[in-house]
């Protein structure tokens, strides 16, 4: 325990002393952001800067090592939304599924208060963050449609299995009658109006937290993400786009000539990291965003 609160000492005392002194600058574009397209010319005259990341050290469990050490970052804006592409290693494509294994993903996280840097480690109480948070898992839900059981596991047998047996024993005239809010009925989730039970259209989950273990998802988000995962030789990498207008309601608000502060965390699904098992930054990045030209 010393030693961690001693890490936490030393970072802060790093960002006070100007670690992360210049940021991130976010260039400013006269292209549509709101559309992802992570060939695009303009990406090409941004500079990719290098965040150092490490093990996330504060919350059981935590991970053994750091897997993702660095992650190559872009940001651009036009004045109303902002784009960031993201890149690092990953030696395999991980899209979660059947029970155990998990998806790789990437988030950015926000101050929601302007002029106040809340705690990194995703808030505390009365001082917010907003986090945006792209998956893998839902970036297949995007492409190939939401999976349902029979999706994950095509050989498993059952006797009956509600969601699907209207699929199943479609000869029955009366099961042929169930609609699909009925079948819903059995899945929980979905019942209790939890959005992370919807397929996730736009690929990206936007939360706000006050402290460890209180993110709730905000619904009906306006960000949007799209990522592919490409063969480097014998590795692999993740190249991922998330847009987002620079005001969003009930959340962070970014203004073209300001400053803002942004933290960062990767999670390698193959490894086994989900939760708190991530590669984190220990410090705010500095945002600097250009005025409109």
Same mark, same amino acid.
């Given at each position: 325990?010393?030693?961690?609160?001693?890490?936490?000492?030393?970072?802060?005392?790093?960002?006070?002393?100007?670690?992360?002194?210049?940021?991130?600058?976010?260039?400013?574009?006269?292209?549509?952001?709101?559309?992802?397209?992570?060939?695009?010319?303009?990406?090409?005259?941004?500079?990719?800067?290098?965040?150092?990341?490490?093990?996330?050290?504060?919350?059981?469990?935590?991970?053994?090592?750091?897997?993702?050490?660095?992650?190559?970052?872009?940001?651009?804006?036009?004045?109303?939304?902002?784009?960031?592409?993201? &890149?690092?290693?990953?030696?395999? &494509?991980?899209?979660?599924?059947?029970?155990?294994?998990?998806?790789?993903?990437?988030?950015?996280?926000?101050?929601?208060?302007?002029?106040?840097?809340?705690?990194?480690?995703?808030?505390?109480?009365?001082?917010?963050?907003?986090?945006?948070?792209?998956?893998?898992?839902?970036?297949?839900?995007?492409?190939?449609?939401?999976?349902?059981? &029979?999706?994950?596991?095509?050989?498993?047998?059952?006797?009956?299995?509600?969601?699907?047996?209207?699929?199943?024993?479609?000869?029955?005239?009366?099961?042929?009658?169930?609609?699909?809010?009925?079948?819903?009925?059995?899945?929980?989730?979905?019942?209790?109006?939890?959005?992370?039970?919807?397929?996730?259209?736009?690929?990206?989950?936007?939360?706000?937290?006050?402290?460890?273990?209180?993110?709730?998802?905000?619904?009906?988000?306006?960000?949007?993400?799209?990522?592919?995962?490409?063969?480097?030789?014998?590795?692999?990498?993740?190249?991922?786009?998330?847009?987002?207008?620079?005001?969003?309601?009930?959340?962070?608000?970014?203004?073209?000539?300001?400053?803002?502060?942004?933290?960062?965390?990767?999670?390698?699904?193959?490894?086994?990291?989900?939760?708190?098992?991530?590669?984190?930054?220990?410090?705010?990045?500095?945002?600097?965003?250009?005025?409109? &030209?």
């Amino acid at each position: 325990m010393k030693k961690i609160y001693a890490l936490m000492v030393v970072s802060y005392l790093l960002w006070g002393q100007g670690l992360w002194a210049e940021g991130l600058i976010a260039k400013y574009v006269k292209e549509d952001l709101s559309k992802l397209n992570l060939e695009a010319l303009f990406w090409k005259e941004v500079t990719p800067e290098t965040i150092q990341l490490i093990a996330q050290p504060m919350v059981a469990p935590r991970p053994q090592k750091t897997l993702t050490e660095k992650l190559w970052v872009q940001v651009v804006h036009n004045g109303e939304w902002m784009a960031f592409r993201f &890149k690092w290693k990953d030696k395999e &494509k991980s899209e979660a599924g059947p029970l155990g294994k998990f998806s790789d993903a990437v988030a950015i996280q926000f101050p929601v208060k302007e002029k106040e840097v809340p705690p990194i480690f995703m808030g505390a109480k009365d001082s917010p963050v907003h986090i945006l948070h792209w998956r893998a898992q839902y970036q297949k839900d995007k492409e190939k449609g939401f999976q349902t059981m &029979k999706d994950i596991y095509p050989n498993m047998n059952m006797d009956m299995y509600p969601l699907e047996f209207a699929n199943q024993y479609s000869h029955d005239e009366m099961l042929k009658k169930i609609t699909e809010e009925q079948r819903e009925v059995f899945v929980s989730g979905k019942s209790a109006g939890n959005p992370q039970s919807f397929q996730k259209i736009k690929g990206v989950d936007e939360m706000m937290a006050e402290g460890f273990g209180s993110s709730s998802v905000i619904e009906n988000t306006r960000a949007e993400a799209q990522g592919i995962w490409q063969k480097k030789g014998k590795e692999g990498e993740w190249v991922v786009q998330i847009s987002r207008p620079l005001a969003l309601e009930g959340g962070s608000i970014l203004k073209a000539g300001q400053k803002s502060f942004m933290a960062f965390a990767v999670w390698q699904g193959g490894e086994g990291e989900v939760g708190c098992r991530k590669s984190v930054t220990m410090t705010w990045v500095p945002l600097i965003i250009e005025d409109k &030209k």
